[in-house]
């Protein structure tokens, strides 16, 4: 694979910054770029941006509402969206569930629920972890039992997920659901489409340190979803369910997001002085910063290799873009701190809120990185903690 842009590659990637630089609201970039807190208006309203001009979902076939992009080329778009500043696009619809409804899905799925995906009609989350599951993903309690009456098909479901990310804006949920019991856990799984307003769903916050609502639990109490709504086969969920985990794991080296922060991380250090000089000149802080990024360009360099497989689901090397990305994103966060010294230290959730005249930080560059440092602790769990990527790792790759 040749890994250096042509000059096709280079006027792709013009016409693509053209394009953030008069489409991209102002506010929302300066919410991104000043580490503010997000609301739903303000990721529906990029989402539906891109999907005016039909870029929302860059990975996606032709056929479904795709660009038809080469993987270098989304690459690239995802490389200038992080350096100008974008929201991020939720990943639950158009990353997570409909891969796995394009290629297990019926044809009714596909035409009912991917065009809501696109235009965002439907926000979803993910229904996998549990209470007392821990790593163990096959160990899901939940139980989906199935049921025909007057009304036709349709399975009961009983349970509890947590840390259910933004779920409070959720229309529609995947979930991994227990449908046999008598078997080994793996074979007895399903993998079920909810609709979060149904009867019977309830969602409760879990506030965080940092006062921040972005997770939940979600409870079932005999709710009620058509047999119509389950992807694939009964008991087949544990397929379906890493095939969605590759495609997670490889957006969360978010490689594009960790090369703007180092440049934050460089005017953070240029700006702070040691002994007299700036602390990007300190012979121990430079060597931790070039460390750190020439970790970053090796996993650019990986991503594309992995891009590169067009047309192929990711496979264990996800596991490999995971432990590495997340890495990575913590060592920024923990020599922001550094740079930022007792700057840092204050934690201000009115600055987060964007009421920086309110704010008690002396700083505007430091004033969220307290913030920024504790949230991203969370990395390495999510998605698959990073021990069991490295157990996935040694056996599916080193073969050990």
Known sequence: MDLHYSDED???????????????????????????RLD????????RIL??????????????GGPGWT?????????????????????FGIDMVAPVIMAFGSQEQKARLLPRILSCEDWWCQGYSEPGAGSDLASVKT???????????????????????????????FCLVRTDASVRKQEGISFLLI???????????????????????????NVRVPAANLVGEENRGWTYAKYLLGHERTGIAAVGRSKRELGLLKRLARREHKNGRPLLEDPLFAAKVAALE????????????VLAQAGKAPGPEASVLKVRGTDIQQMLTELMLEAAGPMALPFDAAYLEGEQEHSVAGDDAAAPLASYYFNYRKTSIYGGSNEIQRGIISQMILGL
């Open 10 to 36: 280079l006027a792709f990637r013009d016409q693509v910054r053209a394009f953030l630089d008069s489409h991209l609201p102002k506010d929302l970039q300066a919410k991104v770029l000043q580490h503010l």
């Open 40 to 47: 739903k208006d303000d990721f529906v309203r990029w989402h």
């Open 51 to 64: 999907a005016r001009q039909g870029w929302v979902a860059p990975a996606w076939p032709r056929e479904f």
């Open 71 to 91: 993987a270098l080329q989304r690459h690239i778009f995802e490389e200038e969206c992080a350096r100008a500043g974008t929201p991020r696009i939720m990943p």
């Open 143 to 173: 139980t989906a039992v199935r049921h025909l009456d007057a009304d036709g098909e349709h399975y009961i479901v009983n349970g509890q997920k947590t840390w259910t990310t933004l779920a409070q804006h959720a229309d529609m949920i």
């Open 195 to 221: 609709d979060m307003h149904a009867p019977g769903v309830t969602v409760r916050p879990i506030i965080m340190l940092d006062e921040d609502h972005e997770v939940n639990e979600v409870f079932f109490d």
């Open 294 to 305: 020439i970790e970053l360009m090796a996993l650019d360099m990986t991503v594309l290799r």
